[in-house]
């Protein structure tokens, strides 16, 4: 049925107001809607700044943040990336895959291998980092509350690798919680250690595979620790100390020397031991 045409001002009046408000909550939503957008572009890339503030790096084809600062000539390859305000010097190498985290600081001609992760962190000149080592992340740290509960300590600073240092595949080295982690200049770690929080390793040691060191232990210079040892938290172990392999560090060793055994003892006074044992074990055979 047609309309008049006072008919159809009236019905004009009516329904204005009513577009009023929503011409209003427009202009409110619109902010809103625009934070919300930030806000879950920032989650989706799993690194706080917007994936917009991150560009391509034309030498290698890698990834970089705006205020991350790095020299011309390093080569940043494809797939890896380097986070807000961290520093790569020059000459250096970051393979793919590899993640360098926030305020991560890299010294010059330093290469790092294909899926290596470096967080909290700073690593000195003319180092390697091997394939998927894992550098700075939270050491393991728990108490257990009044309640039984287990409660995670607070893990807050860094992991410092000195000049020349280098660093096997699949090494893990945690962030420091009442002091620094670090790495004496020109120390070199084979494939699969463990370096807990707070370890301290002076210049020239050499830690060979499947090493596990505690947290807060201190190791001196020119320390050699053979396949497989382990050495107990919060110990000290003097400079120029020897372990042979599968050994086991229970308490401070205050004078250099070789070392072997469980618990760790001076060598002649371990291989005394096993040919003790020897004996003992043939007697009973027969």
């Known amino acids: 049925m047609a309309m008049s045409s006072s008919n159809l001002i009236s019905h004009l009046l009516a329904v204005k107001p009513f577009v009023e408000h929503v011409q209003a909550f427009q202009i409110l939503f619109n902010p809103i809607r625009h934070h919300c957008s930030i806000s879950v572009s920032e989650i989706a890339d799993g690194a706080g700044p917007r994936s917009e503030e991150f560009s391509k790096w034309s030498n290698g084809g890698g990834s970089f943040h705006k205020s991350a600062r790095i020299d011309s000539t390093a080569v940043i390859e494809i797939g890896a990336i380097v986070h807000p305000k961290s520093v790569v010097g020059a000459n250096v190498h970051v393979g793919s895959g590899a993640v360098i985290g926030p305020a991560v600081s890299l010294g010059q001609s330093t290469k790092i291998g294909y899926n290596v992760c470096l967080s909290n962190c700073i690593v000195g000149n003319g180092c390697v980092i091997h394939n998927g080592v894992c550098i700075g992340q939270d050491g393991f740290g728990f108490y257990v ?142």
Request: aromatic residues 4%.
């Open 145 to 286: 509350n009044e309640q039984g509960s287990m409660v995670k300590k607070p893990q807050l600073l860094n992991a410092r690798v000195g000049n020349h240092v280098e660093i096997g595949a699949n090494t893990c080295i945690d962030r420091g919680s009442w002091r620094d982690t670090v790495i004496g200049d020109h120390s070199k770690i084979d494939n699969l250690v463990q370096i807990g929080h707070n370890v301290v390793i002076g210049k020239s040691c050499m830690l060979c595979g499947q090493v596990g060191i505690a947290g807060s232990a201190t190791i001196g210079d020119y320390v050699t620790l053979g396949g497989r040892v382990a050495v107990r938290d919060h110990v000290s172990i003097a400079s120029k100390v020897r372990l042979a392999a599968n050994s086991c560090v229970t308490k401070d060793i205050r004078e250099p020397g070789d070392y072997g055994g469980f618990p760790a003892v001076p060598i002649h006074e371990w291989r005394r031991q096993v040919a003790t044992f020897c004996r003992i074990s043939k007697k009973v055979v027969s």
